[in-house]
């Protein structure tokens, strides 16, 4: 009998076990996420265990969270809070979870350079993207010693960036941010394109200074290399390229719809009008479509255009100046009839 209450005694126990097992693994590794797609947990360097907390709570379910901060208690996690971009994915294990944060294994993020104008408007697109300070983007871009380390000035610091979409921590520094452009731009500058700058008589940055003006000047990729062959012909006549564009720049007016001649007068740099030659550094992050264009710029004796009277964003090219004058005199018509100043 009483091997019998024994036996009894350790089928229960062993049964007890297993139960509290069970519910402990079913506790630890409950499904996470409450939502259908993958939520992202943002950690940064001023978070502590109770803002972690916090942050999660919208993402996870209460036996999850608890589950978490018991792992959390037990690991001392909030000795060492790892900042970073976390994917929680539908129906993940709570330890799956807490696995990935504790340990610092981030969900990179999908960082597009944009094609913008202006430097500030770049650090401002940085910082929304990753952890980094838009001010002091800002100020680093327009620092000499800085630019100076890249090896490029305040004028040509823009022509470090290729507009591509890249893999990039959200906790990566400016510093090894500039450390990855370097490669993608080394990557983009193959060979086969740095011949093609040397066979113009071009570095890379003049190459990529003139495909900035000509992305300004259409966004019709198909016309570019046609724009490029007209400028490369005034270059290489010593004429100045009389960009509009770069009147833009200058005044930092870019919502001009046309120029009269007190703008053309502007005292800048980055005024082709006044000044011969490329001005000192890009007027916005040229596309590779733009870059590409210079590269490969269309042949042809063409020294003037002018944007056509239809408003297609294409242009009425020339050879001669009085042809050029026409040209011109069918668009301000048209700009007339529009009521466009």
């Known amino acids: ?115 913008v104008r202006t430097m500030d408007r770049l650090a401002g697109a940085l910082s929304k993207k990753l952890m980094l300070d838009s001010t002091e983007v800002a100020e680093a871009l327009a620092d000499s010693a800085f630019c100076a380390k890249q090896g490029y000035d305040t004028c040509t610091i823009a022509c470090l960036f290729i507009p591509n979409t890249y893999d990039i921590y959200w906790t990566t520094s400016l510093d090894r941010l500039m450390e990855r452009m370097q490669k993608e731009n080394k990557r983009f500058w193959n060979i086969e394109r740095q011949q093609k700058a040397k066979a113009l008589g071009m570095t890379t940055n003049e190459v990529y200074t003139l495909a900035s003006i000509i992305d300004e000047e259409t966004a019709n990729n198909a016309e570019k290399p046609m724009i490029a062959g007209m400028y490369i012909n005034r270059l290489e006549k010593q004429m100045p390229l009389q960009a509009d564009p770069t009147v833009k720049f ?83 018509r048209a700009l007339n009839e529009r009521g466009i100043k």
């Open 1 to 115: 009998m009483k091997k019998n209450m024994k036996k009894i005694y350790l089928i229960g126990a062993a049964i007890g076990f297993v139960a509290i097992v069970a519910l402990v693994g079913y506790y630890f590794l409950s499904a996470f996420s409450s939502h259908v797609t993958t939520q992202y947990l943002y950690v940064d360097k001023d978070d502590n265990a109770d803002s972690v907390y916090a942050k999660l709570t919208p993402i996870g379910k209460p036996f999850s969270m608890s589950a978490f901060k018991t792992m959390a208690r037990h690991t001392h996690y909030e000795e060492r809070i790892r900042p970073g971009r976390y994917a929680v994915d539908p129906g993940e294990a709570t330890f799956t979870v807490f696995r990935r944060i504790k340990n610092g294994a981030q969900t990179p993020v999908k960082l597009t350079i944009p094609e």
């Open 250 to 332: 200058a005044l930092k007016d870019f919502a001009l719809r046309r120029i009269y001649n007190v703008h053309l007068n502007t005292k800048s740099p980055y005024n082709t009008y006044r000044n011969e030659g490329l001005p000192p550094g890009p007027i916005k992050i040229a596309s590779i479509a733009g870059i590409d264009a210079v590269l490969n710029r269309a042949q042809h004796d063409y020294l003037y255009m002018c944007a056509k009277e239809d408003f297609s964003g294409t242009h009425n090219f020339a050879a001669t100046y009085s042809e050029h004058l026409k040209n011109a005199a069918k668009y301000s």
